[in-house]
């Protein structure tokens, strides 16, 4: 059981939006400084978001975060086949003292 | 460009320790705010943090593998090592190496490293 709480699958067609959403408490998501990581099939995750909403170097601007609360959203727009990946949202919890990891999510582009 | 890259034995044997290394190339350990984190992933599950160390030796750990897990830096050698000790079958997974920004994201990623546990 994941500290954070993301779907297990989500799926639109190609050139179609997405929202991931990734859901904690106040002492991880509520915090502050979430990220979110794209793993494609067989490789490495790859920092998407920092920061809730700042994309990584070299993220096209399809690619979008947003944090209200203890909320937070990973947005794709205009997707591509390429996108198909598990996405998964991460933040540091400050009462566990530790890192915590949503169970990720897999996109499915139709 | 930062590399890092894991090595270390692909076969652990149950009840035997899991060591591993992660070399870092392109920059050094030392750099200031940024910690060095060892994440696993078991075949067909998600990512699970195992712990994080400073280069001064200021380590956080995973409250469900602390009793386990020993992480080190080596700063003459620009390398981070993890010791996993009295495995099971359930430490099967690949294991990442990872630079992170303070307590905010992990930037880099090594390609990973499948320890499979068995006898």
């Known amino acids: 059981q994941s500290v954070l709480t993301q779907p297990p699958s989500v799926s639109a067609a190609p050139g179609q939006n997405v929202i991931i959403s990734c859901s904690g408490g106040s002492s991880n998501v509520g915090n502050d400084h979430v990220s979110w990581y794209q793993q494609l099939p067989g490789t490495a995750p790859k920092l998407l978001i920092y920061d809730n909403n700042k994309r990584s170097s070299g993220i096209p601007d399809r690619f979008s975060g947003s944090r209200s609360g203890t909320s937070a959203t990973l947005g794709i727009t205009g997707l591509q086949t390429g996108d198909e990946a598990d996405y998964y949202c991460?933040?540091?919890?400050?009462?566990?003292?530790?890192?915590?990891f949503g169970g990720g999510t897999r996109l499915t582009v139709l | 460009q930062l590399q890092l890259q894991e090595s270390g034995p692909g076969l652990v044997r149950p009840s035997e320790t899991l060591s591993l290394m992660c070399t870092v190339s392109g920059g050094s350990i030392t750099t200031s705010s940024y910690y060095w984190g060892w994440i696993r992933q078991s075949p067909g599950k998600g990512l699970e943090w195992i712990a994080t160390i400073y280069y001064s030796g200021h380590t956080y750990y995973s409250p469900a593998l602390k009793s386990r897990v020993t992480v080190s830096v080596d700063t003459s050698k620009n390398q981070v090592s993890l010791e996993l000790a009295s495995v099971t079958a359930a430490d099967t997974a690949v294991y990442y190496c990872a630079r992170a920004f303070g307590a905010y994201y992990f930037d880099f990623w090594g390609q990973g490293a499948l320890v499979t546990v068995s006898s």
């Open positions: 991460a933040s540091w919890d400050a009462r566990l003292s530790a890192w915590v």
